[in-house]
């Protein structure tokens, strides 16, 4: 059998490969902490739940429009334009089955053969996969740390921009560095592309999780909403990870591109689900608020703990559930050379199981700390102090 060429140049969500080490060792009877894999243990709010029974009770379980039910398309405009202080009509949104699909979508829709795109690295893996597959050139950009967080490499992203460059890829908030740009990064980066004449994925699906300060967008900025196209989620606001149901926000151009590719891969999302949607948006949000109580507090606690391993050194965000700590001391110390072997080797004496560095695009030139990722949207306040004793005993052995 011949599979398509085509397929060799798609890659897959590395993080899940993490799990399936995981699941192997809690599969022997070992306890496993689970840090590595961005889903949550919280449960949906009570009354998304019961909307959706409801609608499935009215009978909203048929086909409804490939853009998505008017109810939602209407509730998301108003949301997402009151939130970023611009204004959105229904006929800029497009209802997606979970955030993701929107990567591919927003490329089939603009890119043509070679164009090049600036993506982050480390950066959510999804982008470089769906770039290559569609026929883009997939151009990595970095971040450097400094006193006061993540910061983009600038001059390596001027540097990089060609003649083919027409995309650039955005997450603020970012996967996995937990990083968010400054008012003057952010104008920084709208400046660039104006200047480029770039199109941007603003990639937003935490800002609401956040636990201080406001979330900014960067189609908030004069020039910036009308080359841009927003992925938004309900994932991490409503802990819906399983739902799957998000959106494309842009052009109106853009969008009914989006609702055509919508038709040829999943004739519509789910019609219960955006019933529940729509309660999500309008309804009682004293759910996400209790989200993000809990998140801060699993936060607090696992920041504390790692900063009390000697050789440790992490940045405490403000937004996302992510931590990418530095733990090269402790790697140097330990005599490792090889990043998965040091994971593997953690996770067999400790059970603590986390991404590492190469897990989110390969290391870039010039660097030289290693680091890993923490997610703590999945393990309870008590197990990650038990799970960080336990790696704290093991890494200053």
């Excluded at 909203?60 to 109810?71: D, F, L, N, V």
């Excluded at 997402?80 to 490329?107: A, C, H, T, W, Y």
């Excluded at 540097?159 to 996995?176: H, L």
């Amino acid at each position: 059998m011949a599979i398509a060429n085509r397929i060799g140049r798609l890659g897959t969500e590395t993080a899940f490969a993490v799990s399936e080490d995981a699941r192997a060792w809690a599969a022997k009877g070992h306890d496993v902490y689970p840090f590595h894999l961005g889903d949550m243990n919280i449960r949906t709010p009570l009354n998304i739940i019961e909307a959706a029974h409801k609608a499935m009770l009215d009978g909203k379980t048929g086909y409804c429009p490939a853009a998505g039910i008017p109810e939602l398309r209407e509730v998301i405009a108003a949301d997402l334009g009151k939130n970023r202080g611009i204004s959105f009509k229904m006929e800029n949104v497009s209802i997606q089955p979970g955030g993701k699909p929107v990567i591919g979508k927003f490329f089939q829709a603009l890119m043509n053969e070679g164009d090049e795109v600036l993506y982050p690295n480390p950066g959510y893996p999804i982008y470089e996969s769906q770039i290559q597959f569609v026929g883009g050139v997939a151009v990595p950009y970095g971040y450097r740390m400094t006193k006061n967080g993540f910061e983009m490499e600038r001059d390596k992203i001027e540097a990089a921009i060609t003649k083919r460059t027409r995309f650039f890829v955005y997450n603020n908030g970012q996967n996995p560095l937990g990083a968010e740009s400054t008012d003057e990064e952010m104008q920084w980066l709208a400046d660039l592309c104006i200047r480029h004449n770039l199109w941007v994925l603003a990639d937003e699906p935490y800002f609401h999780t956040r636990y201080s300060g406001k979330s900014k967008s960067i189609t908030s900025l004069p020039g910036m909403q009308e080359r841009s196209v927003i992925l938004m989620s309900f994932s991490k606001r409503y802990a819906m990870t399983g739902w799957r149901l998000g959106g494309a926000l842009g052009p109106k151009a853009v969008i009914d591109v989006i609702n055509k590719l919508n038709v040829n891969q999943e004739s519509c999302s789910c019609q219960f689900i955006q019933y529940a949607g729509v309660e999500a948006l309008k309804g009682d949000q004293s759910g996400a608020l209790e989200i993000n109580r809990v998140l801060k507090e699993r936060r607090d606690v696992l920041v504390a703990a790692l900063r009390d391993i000697k050789g440790v050194t992490v940045y405490n965000p403000e937004v996302t559930f992510y931590l990418f700590p530095d733990v090269t001391e402790v790697f140097k110390r330990r005599g490792y050379s090889d990043q998965q072997k040091f994971r593997l080797d953690t996770l067999r004496e400790t059970g603590i199981s986390f991404c590492s560095r190469s897990h989110f695009g390969k290391p870039l030139p010039g660097e030289d700390r290693v680091y890993i990722r923490f997610a703590f949207s999945g393990i309870n306040v008590d197990r990650i102090r038990e799970g960080l004793a336990k790696l704290k005993a093991y890494w200053e052995s």
